[in-house]
């Protein structure tokens, strides 16, 4: 069950009800046992007294047998005291000599309080049921002989009707206190509860925003005042609510301008602080409106710092949004704190930030060694700037990339985190690569090209002159059959160099508009029909709107047919080849793709397919020229030609040509 | 607020708490009717009280249980309150023995036929003793016997040997006669006679005291006795006597007579009984030897009826 708790109120009651009332019993409780004990003692003392004077009167009376006597002091005894319930004579036999009992001696007490040899006395507390007596027992004694024994009966009646009158006594004057008390704490109760109420609802007014709260009664005295000041500009002057330490800019001759807390303490010396201060729930009012004047002005500043903030927030924000490199910030363990969409894009992944096993900065490295070498550079220097390396993808695509980085340390030294830009640099490299494939290919074509015009000559020459010495050899001599021999591989010498002519562009070509579509049509229906015998199924995808090009058709269809039987033999044995043309209406470009199930081409392979003479095939099984030239006539038709392999899967050759300018169509299907 | 109502909790208990010990619980409702009855067998002792029961008591309760144990027999102490009453308890058989001075032997034996059969001899070594008359040391008034009359007298019992006949006797010795005294009077009271005397004088209620010789030495330990100033001795009379109610079985009387002839000094344990008992032997008596206490009587005018 919730228990509600004690308002102020009930608290300063219970507080001064608890003083009160633990004082009182405080009090009460050991002057009771004091008074109880006092009494107790004294009224043992006065019958230890009488039962000493009885002993020492009765000793000649037991002696002598007076009985009467004996009787007389007995009944002497509890007249003379009103405590005294019984008195009684023992004989040194322990039988009654004399008693005050009317009825008979009680047995029982004969023997309840027996004094032993060598003792002088013995209390005993004893209870009959209706009352509480002390026994008091004396030996009567002469010299060291024993005659008897007196015995006093001291009630605690009258002892115990004493305590319970101080008792009530003292109840009755713990409740007037506490009364008094009650009545006393309900003024200073209400006093301070009304205030401090008055505090809470504007603190709650603050929370709801409302900072235009005063708390602060109205002085009974100013510092103005007391100081006889009429220095109009203070801020303290004609103030009513707020006591001058309270106030800013205060311009006594002995005040000292500080911020409000140090005023504050300064202040404490000041005659003015000493004969106003006092009142904790006046200064705590105060406190609370300077406070929230306090607050106010904060919050103004704050609200133009924010939108400082966050206009500069924004720009940056943009910036880092907008940089077409990676962006990026991590913590000490290279954990993406943030990263611009660049860098997500570029990574390939949305949520890079925040996990704690999730993707990070060591992760992007290609090799973990690159990291740890840029790593120590970064602590080192504190920067790397525009270091290459290669970068991993989440899936796992390489990227070239150029990073900028540094490190942000802590006093210590420690490592806080890091920051930095990532530039793909892929394409540019790729570029600068493929430049590099044109300017050899080139050099290669120009050296190829002078080659074969050098020989080209004496081959025909050759080819001549054994053409002539055919004629005149009959077909059956053995003569004929070497002419035949030299004829033919003069003949491959001549396509040969033939082909390196072609590569360096050095073979005539005739430019037409070309239906690139009907071109690859054309040498599909020659090869379809052989590859489907080798299990090789060819499939054509032609996009309907590929506009002509201008070109030599023949040539084109080399390269087509280039590219298909290149695709057949990297089928083992069965697959799939598919040819398909598509337009790039933006760039004005149509491209032939033709891609293959095959063993595709491994990496070491692939930037060399262009060389010339360069082939993976057997010896005497391949010229090396087939791509070369292929190359040579794309490049010759302003095209390119790139090759995308993955191994064991197949690879993807695609020639990308110019489309034709509208102005040079004519009959689209004329020049076939 | 929890250990706010402890501690008022534990002020309240404590208030309720007593300083006296548990009591312990007793029935009074029993009731037994008081009865008490002396042994009818016992052969009762008396002394006479010149002194307190308190002192008596002390004095002979040794040699009482002395006697008891040596004849076997239950012999009891029993207390008369005055002279007179231990003669009247004698002259009524309630007194088997009795231990007497001189004087109120002689009346006894007048009276009642009772039998001296034994003397004590004093710690002084003598069988004999006497009396004393004292004043205050400071009493610069009375330096002789002379000086005596006209003076305030009191004696210790008119049946006293040392506090009344002996000294009486001096003074008759000297002329001087009761009436000259301007006043003569007797110790009040049951016991402790010996002690008022002097302690009368030591007031200057009387100006003059008979008392036995040794007295002084008993209240030595209450009052400053170098106070006190002795005037004059008395003749030497015979001494305390034992005497045995006439009708006394003799067996009975034998046995007792026996175990006091044999006290000695020279035993421990007698010795205490003896010096307890203030004398040094017990030696036999006869009646004969209280002849000249008879004169005595015969000279100051005692009448041996009254």
Redesign the interface.
């Known amino acids: 069950m919730m228990r509600m708790k004690l308002g102020i109120r009930g608290k300063i009651y219970c507080g001064m009800i608890s003083i009160v009332l633990l004082t009182g019993l405080m009090i009460a409780v050991p002057v009771r046992i004091m008074v109880e004990r006092a009494l107790s003692q004294e009224s043992l003392n006065k019958g230890m007294s009488m039962a000493l004077t009885l002993a020492a009167r009765s000793q000649d009376f037991i002696l002598g047998m007076d009985f009467l006597y004996l009787k007389e002091m007995m009944d002497k005894a509890i007249q003379s005291n009103n405590d005294v319930s019984y008195s009684f004579l023992l004989n040194q036999q322990g039988q009654v000599l004399s008693h005050t009992f009317h009825n008979g001696f009680p047995v029982e007490l004969r023997t309840v309080n027996s004094v032993p040899a060598g003792q002088l006395s013995s209390v005993r507390f004893l209870d009959t049921g209706k009352e509480l007596i002390h026994d008091i027992a004396v030996p009567v004694l002469v010299g060291d002989m024993r005659l008897g024994t007196v015995h006093i009966g001291l009630s605690k009646t009258r002892i115990s009707r004493t305590i319970n009158r101080l008792q009530w006594t003292m109840a009755v004057l713990i409740g007037c206190a506490i009364l008094i008390a009650s009545l006393t704490g309900a003024g200073f109760a209400n006093q301070i509860i009304h205030r401090v109420q008055k505090l809470h609802q504007a603190s709650e007014q603050v929370l709801k925003g409302n900072l235009n709260v005063i708390t602060s009664p109205l002085l009974k005295t100013s510092c103005w005042v007391l100081m006889d000041c009429h220095n109009a500009q203070c801020p303290a002057y004609g103030e009513e609510r707020q006591r001058c330490w309270n106030v800013e800019g205060t311009l006594c001759p002995s005040c000292r301008e500080k911020e409000y807390a140090a005023k504050s303490i300064a202040c404490r010396n000041c005659r003015i602080f000493r004969a106003v201060s006092g009142d904790e729930i006046q200064a705590l009012a105060e406190s609370f409106d300077a406070m929230t004047r306090s607050l106010k002005h904060t919050i103004s500043q704050l609200e133009a710092s924010g939108k400082t903030i966050e206009v500069s927030e924004k720009k940056y924000r943009r910036i880092f949004e907008s940089s077409m490199d990676m962006v990026f910030v991590t913590d000490s363990q290279g954990r993406f704190l943030d990263i611009n969409q660049t860098g997500k894009t570029i990574l390939g992944g949305e949520d890079l930030t925040g996990a704690a096993d999730g993707f990070s900065l060591p992760d992007v490295f290609s090799s973990p060694f690159e990291y740890a070498d840029i790593q120590q550079d970064l602590i080192q220097q504190g920067f790397v700037k525009d270091l290459e390396f290669t970068l991993k993808t989440l899936s796992g695509n390489e990227l070239q990339a150029l990073l900028s980085s540094s490190c942000q340390l802590d006093p210590g030294g420690e490592v806080l985190g890091y920051e930095g830009i990532i530039k793909d640099i892929t394409q540019r490299r790729n570029m600068e690569q493929q430049l590099l494939q044109a300017d050899k290919l080139a050099s290669l074509g120009q050296l190829s090209a002078g080659v074969a015009h050098e020989i080209n000559n004496p081959l025909g020459l050759i080819l001549g002159y054994t053409q002539l010495m055919l004629r005149e050899e009959p077909e059956s001599s053995q003569k004929y059959e070497d002419l035949k021999t030299i004829e033919k591989h003069t003949r491959n010498c001549k396509t040969i160099v033939e082909a390196l002519l072609n590569f360096a562009r050095k073979t005539e070509t005739k430019k037409v508009l070309v239906d690139v579509n009907c071109a690859i049509e054309q040498v599909i229906t020659v090869i379809r029909h052989q590859f489907e015998l080798s299990g090789i199924e060819v499939h054509t995808r032609y996009d309907s709107d590929l506009p002509q090009v201008l070109g030599d058709t023949e040539k084109l269809k080399q390269v087509v047919m280039n590219l298909v039987m290149n695709a057949r033999q990297s089928i083992s044995k069965a697959g799939q080849i598919t040819v398909s043309t598509r337009y790039d209406s933006r760039n004005q470009k149509i491209t032939i793709a033709v891609k293959d199930t095959g063993s595709g081409i491994p990496p070491h392979v692939i930037i060399r397919i262009f060389d010339p003479f360069f082939t993976t095939k057997p010896t005497g099984q391949g010229t090396g020229l087939g791509l070369s030239v292929s190359y040579g006539i794309v490049k010759e038709h302003g095209g390119e030609i790139t090759v995308d392999s993955e191994p064991e899967k197949g690879s993807l050759f695609s020639v990308i040509l110019p489309a034709a300018p509208p102005s040079d169509y004519c009959h689209p299907l004329s020049v076939i | 607020?929890r250990y706010?109502l402890f501690?008022?909790f534990l002020?309240?208990c404590?208030?309720a708490?007593?300083?006296?010990?548990?009591?312990?619980?007793?029935?009074?409702?029993?009731?037994?009717?008081?009865e008490?009855r002396d042994a009818e067998d016992a052969v009762t002792y008396a002394y006479l009280p010149q002194y307190?029961?308190?002192v008596?008591?002390?004095r002979h309760?040794l040699l009482v249980e002395y006697l008891k144990k040596e004849t076997g027999y239950n012999i009891r102490?029993?207390?008369?309150?005055t002279f007179d009453e231990h003669m009247r308890m004698v002259g009524q058989g309630k007194v088997d023995i009795s231990f007497s001075n001189p004087y109120v032997y002689v009346k006894t034996a007048y009276r009642y036929g009772e039998k001296a059969f034994a003397q004590v001899i004093e710690d002084s070594g003598h069988e004999r003793f006497r009396g004393q008359i004292i004043c205050r040391a400071d009493n610069q008034s009375i330096r002789t016997l002379e000086d005596c009359k006209g003076k305030r007298l009191i004696a210790v019992d008119l049946t006293s040997a040392g506090g009344y006949l002996y000294p009486m006797g001096q003074f008759y010795d000297h002329g001087i006669r009761q009436e000259d005294f301007a006043e003569v009077h007797f110790s009040p009271g049951?016991?402790g006679k010996q002690e008022k005397v002097i302690l009368a004088v030591y007031a200057g209620q009387y100006d003059i005291g008979l008392i036995r010789e040794g007295s002084l030495n008993v209240v030595a330990d209450r009052i400053d006795i170098r106070q006190i100033r002795v005037i004059a001795y008395s003749k030497f009379y015979p001494g305390w006597v034992y005497s045995a109610r006439k009708d006394l079985d003799p067996g009975v009387l034998h046995k007792i007579q026996a175990a006091l002839f044999k006290l000695s000094m020279d035993n421990p344990e007698h010795r205490a009984i003896l010096e307890n008992a203030n004398f040094s032997r017990v030696v036999p008596a006869n009646d004969a030897e209280f002849d000249s206490v008879r004169e005595l009587m015969t000279v100051v005018g005692v009448d041996q009826d009254k």
């Open positions: 607020m706010l501690l008022i002020c309240l404590c208030s708490c007593t300083v006296d010990e548990p009591p312990q619980k007793i029935d009074l409702s029993k009731r037994e009717a008081v008490f307190s029961h308190s008596s008591y002390q309760n102490q029993v207390f008369p309150d049951p016991g």
